[in-house]
């Protein structure tokens, strides 16, 4: 017998930041619940989907009264009745009760809270966990993941104007070893900054606070990290997010840190001494997220030698991917799921990069919950790659842990994506 979508409950709760956020549940018919949260961005494209927030004095205006309004009055009349198997149908219906581009008048946040609970009610009414009910059969792999160690830009108050400097443990062999890996570099390059008179607590994400006199110093100091806790870079890249949307006014990239700024060809030879100065096999939103021809000239010169994705140039939507694959622009793309509103459409970018044989990071927000169903989107889908922030703060481990009990619950038949979940070809960041 089909079960019917029969109630639709929202509540505020709160985030990583003490800010609040949305919760959904969606109980079905046969009494089963399946729950969503809704993540919350700092640096975000203005071509995102809208976290619907009252403004006002309260709470810093960052209240959510509205969002949950709209899912009471708006989202649970248009999905209560509907069979949870046809998921698909369910996400249509939501996509349809706001058709625009930024989902300004429901609200991003509304929407994917929601899609995120119809989802893990389908896995529970199947008695299957979400990653498992996702895959249906076909081959998984444990993700590589991306981790923070120094936060910067819109985290850490622009300490630094790079946003994050993070490592990829690609020369693991497991999901498990790669934890190992990156314990062993954070916790170095922790002890280097207390060396250093340098340690002054963490992040938003959960990385060193980053006390550095230049962006560069970051990039030293991670790098001797890496080497100190006894790894070598085709071990143990780097990776960095640029975040470029955030310091680019008046068309120059302007650096608070080093009070200079750039134009784009200028800003890209910057990029192109750190890329051959230190071992980094990829790169984030290297120019602003209206740079087009920043973009097309960076991949241009680094394409066939590290992963360039698109973040805010990307926002998770499908037809950017395409244009940006035509016009030579990004090899990457992030896949942050409230950035453009519901699972289906998050999908959907996925399998457009998959067409161009594109590198997928599943991606965290830096304002996150202990809800781990990022890391079941990135195995269940088979993305290759996941990135959610640091290595402390329990919002940021919750997902962690959730992927080592999935690599142990697949057993003889787990796979760590390792290198094999970047793009091909890239340089050896051994040799760099
Ligand atoms: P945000 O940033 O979640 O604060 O928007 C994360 C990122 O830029 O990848
Ligand atoms: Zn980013």
Redesign the pocket.
């Known amino acids: 017998m089909a079960h019917l979508v029969q109630a639709v409950h929202a509540r505020r709760i709160w985030d990583s930041r003490g800010r609040p956020t949305v919760e959904v549940e969606v109980g079905l018919s046969n009494g089963v619940v399946g729950r969503g949260v809704a993540p919350a961005?700092?640096?975000?494209g203005s071509r995102e989907a809208v976290d619907l927030r009252d403004g006002g004095e309260s709470l810093g205006g960052m209240d959510v009264q509205k969002a949950l309004h709209n899912i009471r009055a708006h989202i649970a009349p248009a999905i209560r009745g509907m069979p949870i198997a046809d998921r698909l149908s369910i996400d249509q219906r939501l996509m349809a009760l706001d058709p625009s581009a930024t989902r300004h008048e429901i609200g991003g946040n509304a929407l994917i809270a929601t899609s995120f609970a119809v989802l893990d009610a389908a896995a529970r009414d199947a008695s299957l966990p979400i990653w498992k009910y996702l895959s249906a059969g076909a081959e998984v792999r444990l993700p590589l993941p991306e981790i923070q160690i120094f936060g910067g830009g819109?985290?850490a108050g622009r300490r630094v104007d790079i946003?994050d400097f993070l490592v990829m443990p690609v020369g693991a062999q497991s999901f498990d070893e790669a934890m190992v890996m990156t314990a062993e570099v954070y916790r170095t390059a922790g002890q280097l900054m207390q060396e250093q008179g340098r340690r002054a607590g963490v992040a938003d994400e959960g990385g060193w606070w980053p006390d550095f006199d230049s962006n560069e110093q970051a990039l030293e100091m991670l790098a001797r990290a890496i080497t100190r806790a006894g790894y070598r870079f085709d071990q143990v890249a780097i990776s960095l997010?640029i975040?470029a949307s955030e310091f680019r006014h008046g068309g120059f990239y302007q650096l608070g840190l080093e009070g200079r700024r750039y134009t784009t060809d200028e800003w890209i030879e910057v990029l192109s001494g750190w890329i051959d100065r230190y071992p980094i096999l990829s790169i984030?939103d290297p120019v602003a997220e209206d740079d087009t021809p920043g973009m097309q000239a960076f991949t241009q010169r680094w394409g066939d030698h590290i992963q360039i994705v698109g973040?805010d140039y990307l926002v998770t939507r499908a037809e950017l991917v395409n244009a940006a694959a035509e016009q030579g622009a990004c090899n990457a793309v992030?896949l942050k799921p409230n950035q453009v509103g519901t699972i289906s459409e998050t999908f959907s970018a996925m399998q457009a990069a998959n067409r161009f044989g594109w590198g997928k990071v599943v991606?965290a927000?830096?304002g996150e919950t202990e809800d781990v169903m990022i890391v079941h989107l990135a195995i269940g889908w088979n993305a290759g790659q996941l990135k959610v922030g640091s290595f402390a703060r329990s919002e940021r481990m919750a997902k962690w842990n959730e992927a080592l009990r999935i690599e142990e619950a697949l057993g003889a038949h787990a796979v760590y994506a390792g290198r094999s979940g970047l793009p091909g070809c890239l340089r050896n960041p051994g040799q760099a």
């Open positions: 961005g700092a640096s975000r819109a985290h946003q997010d975040a984030e973040d992030l991606s927000r830096s």
